[in-house]
């Protein structure tokens, strides 16, 4: 048996410069289609390990973190993302 949730919170992460200012500037949230899409941005050290370029078709790529990114994301950074998406987290 197959059962999936479908996620009402999408994160986006994006890169910053070296000296940029942080703080809830960096922080841009919207709602659209019944989601929440969050963008933040950090530090491009974060970006060294656990991404996978997926295609999204010819043109565009995505970056996309492993299981293992995510769960150690979720304890990293526990006000980006939902507690309650770690049991099926740590499920796959």
Excluded: N
Excluded at 51 to 80: C, G, K, M, N, S
């Amino acid at each position: 048996m197959i059962t999936a949730i479908t996620p009402r919170k999408v994160v986006v992460a994006s890169m910053r410069e070296a000296g940029q200012a942080t703080g809830e500037r960096g922080h841009h949230l919207w709602h659209a289609a019944g989601l929440d899409f969050r963008y933040v941005t950090v530090v491009p050290k974060r970006f060294d390990f656990g991404i996978e370029q997926v295609w999204l078709d010819e043109r565009f790529r995505v970056p996309v973190t492993d299981r293992e990114r995510t769960v150690l994301d979720l304890f990293a950074l526990p006000d980006r993302c939902w507690l309650s998406c770690l049991p099926l987290t740590l499920r796959l």
